[in-house]
């Protein structure tokens, strides 16, 4: 059960940029294109994640992207990225919460920072299973579209607050 919540929140890194009304997010940098750009990645990217669409998230990461999730070994490259999440996208029975709390956008270059809670139900009569991280994304613009680079997160220590 380790790995796979290990494995889950390292997938959370790249589901990071959905923009949803509730959030308050600071942005700064960029053209109003740029903003616009990282919200379609955003979308695309947690649409393709939920629905299990493994095309859908290898369209908005870059050729020599690196994941760095928590407790994990680091993927790097088209392939490692691919392999990593075709076992973990489209679970039945996580709920991500995405709390995206910074963008920063200067030229070609960008970076979010954000929290994300999974909930991962276990059954009836089971209480879910629950754990808080951060997150940090960096993103290059090639050609006129925005690509995860680089993305690594963390857990919370167990007793930190939500």
């Known amino acids: 059960m380790k790995k796979v919540v290990f494995a889950l929140a390292a997938s959370v890194a790249a589901l990071v ?3 949803q009304p509730a959030y308050s ?4 940098g960029g053209t109003e294109e740029d903003r616009m750009g990282m919200k379609m990645v955003a979308k695309q990217w947690i649409a ?6 493994l095309e859908g998230i290898m369209a908005v990461m870059h050729d020599d992207a690196m ?10 490259g088209t392939d490692a990225v691919r392999a990593y999440f075709a076992t ?3 679970r039945p029975g996580v709920k991500l919460v995405d709390d995206l709390q910074e963008i920063r956008i200067n ?7 954000g929290k994300f809670r999974f909930e991962i139900d276990l059954g ?12 940090l994304i960096l993103y290059e613009k090639v050609d006129g579209n ?6 690594m997160d963390n857990l919370d220590p167990v007793d930190a607050p939500d």
């Open 48 to 53: 393709a994640y939920e629905s299990g669409d």
């Open 17 to 19: 940029l959905a923009l």
């Open 25 to 28: 997010v600071e942005i700064s």
């Open 124 to 135: 009836p009569d089971k209480p879910p299973v629950i754990h808080n991280g951060r997150y």
């Open 88 to 90: 973990r996208i489209g």
């Open 107 to 113: 030229g070609d270059w960008a970076y979010v920072v």
């Open 146 to 151: 925005w690509q995860v680079l680089r993305d």
């Open 67 to 76: 994941l760095m999730p928590h407790n994990q070994a680091t993927q790097r």
